[in-house]
């Protein structure tokens, strides 16, 4: 099936990522002080969801759990501080 840009499922509800919770449980960094941050929550079968907090209605990306503790991995590695 192919979907038009228009008509794609944008959030959980519709049914972006089946394997997330019916009400998934959001978060976002100690470290975010406004709504410029993005949330992450745990999949059912153990990757992450994330969104933008700006939209909470919005698109979620979701990753599995090999390449989400690369991303976390490199970030506290310092390979994404823009040296």
Known sequence: MIF??????????EGI?????VTPAWRKS????NQTCVEV??????GVAVRDAKE???SVL???????AAFVG???A?????Q
């Open 74 to 76: 490199g970030i506290k």
């Open 30 to 33: 100690s470290y975010c002080a």
């Open 62 to 68: 979701s990753f599995g759990r090999e390449s989400w």
């Open 41 to 46: 929550a745990d999949r059912a079968h153990g």
């Open 4 to 13: 038009g840009l228009n008509s794609f499922p944008k959030t959980i509800s």
């Open 17 to 21: 990522d089946m394997h997330m919770a």
């Open 56 to 58: 909470p209605d919005g």
């Open 78 to 82: 310092g390979r994404f501080d823009g």
